[in-house]
């Protein structure tokens, strides 16, 4: 099975990224138990809302520091259906990894 996944991302500066850019959208297909993984270029103290859509399969969204600590990831976003949002307030600078996680769903 595959779904479209598509993240929305609002950054509250201009901030350049190699996957993943202020304003952006990105959609992909996602099979049942694959990922992905955006790395993403941040100053200290900004704030990061990912607007978060699901079709036909659950998603997982984790997102960790540069030191690899775990800083956000989606609670009860299941379903396999509908749009759901994920903050993050970056504490320091450097790149978090985005990775967004299909898990199978009855």
Known sequence: MTALLILLLSIA??????????????ARSIASTASHTFDLALDANRTILFDIEQTG???????????????AQTLDFSGGTGRG??????????????????????
């Open 13 to 26: 500066s201009a901030i350049q990224s190699p996957a993943l850019a202020p304003g952006s959208t990105v």
């Open 85 to 106: 949002q994920l903050l993050v307030a970056a504490d320091k600078s450097g790149t978090f990894v985005v990775r967004v996680s299909a898990r199978p769903w009855p």
């Open 57 to 71: 399969v659950d998603l997982d969204v984790t997102v960790t520091d540069p030191d690899g600590i775990l800083v």
